[in-house]
């Protein structure tokens, strides 16, 4: 088993849907999550991240942690065509001063169709 | 936000060369810089971890006599691609952060594509 699972899609929806993107993990040692946004050959870009379990909102995204159910999501709400890329969930054990790397799942390709 | 570049962005060599990928923190200083490595359609995998002025830690499988990684200064690490093979041939993106910032604040380079013919 994967530390991190992700369906990599591709997610196809219409232009002004929500979108719910997930990852399940298996290590309980994990306590920091984080979402990226990767666009083709390009370097992942920071989206959200969150501490511990709960939730979080930053706009149109919103991110959620189910340490229980070690569980997290990524909601996007009125997606828009520029919103189609690979969306890659991350995480890590570390805390403060740690130099840990972070775990990857494998990304989902979503494409938010006009 | 914190900025990373890499150079090349993208490099084609042939099998047997060597080849060298630079990470520069351009405007902070990176303690801690770390080298994933990505194929098609699939997740970025981390090679190595190094810490500057230290030797690099290797994961499990990654062979550190063939992916030699440098980190002499807060500011630059490079991995070195020795005697390069197609299966080599990948995405490798660096990320960096410093000691003071939280794990999320790990900030990622632009990749280098390598294709080895």
């Known amino acids: 088993q994967k530390e991190v699972e992700q369906d990599p899609g591709p997610l196809s929806v219409p232009e002004g849907a929500i979108v719910s993107l997930n990852c399940t993990y298996s290590?309980?040692?994990?306590?920091?999550f984080m979402w990226y946004r990767q666009y083709s050959r390009k370097g992942p870009e920071l989206l959200m991240y969150?501490?511990?379990?709960g939730n979080k909102e930053d706009g149109r995204f919103t991110a959620q942690v189910d340490k229980s159910s070690k569980y997290i999501s990524l909601f996007i709400r009125d997606s828009q065509p520029s919103d189609s890329a690979t969306y890659l969930c991350?995480?890590?054990?570390?805390?403060?001063?740690?130099?840990?790397?972070?775990?990857f799942g494998k990304g989902t390709h979503l494409i938010i169709q006009p | 936000g914190a900025v990373v570049s890499q150079h090349p962005s993208w490099v084609i060599c042939k099998s047997g060369t060597s080849v060298k990928i630079e990470c520069r923190s351009l405007?902070?200083?990176?303690?801690?810089m770390f080298w994933y490595r990505q194929f098609p359609k699939q997740s970025l995998m981390l090679m190595a971890t190094?810490?500057?002025?230290?030797?690099?830690?290797?994961e499990q499988g990654v062979e550190k006599d063939k992916f030699l990684i440098n980190h002499a200064s807060l500011t630059l690490s490079t991995l070195t691609v020795t005697s390069a093979h197609p299966e080599d041939s990948s995405f490798y993106i660096c990320?960096?952060?410093?000691?003071?910032?939280?794990?999320?604040?790990?900030?990622f380079g632009p990749g280098t594509r390598l294709t080895v013919t």
């Open positions: 405007d902070f200083q990176a303690t801690t």
């Open positions: 290590n309980s040692a994990f306590q920091y």
């Open positions: 990320s960096a952060r410093d000691r003071q910032f939280l794990p999320h604040e790990q900030y």
């Open positions: 991350a995480m890590s054990a570390g805390g403060w001063g740690g130099a840990d790397g972070l775990t």
């Open positions: 190094s810490n500057e002025g230290s030797k690099a830690t290797y």
């Open positions: 969150t501490y511990s379990s």
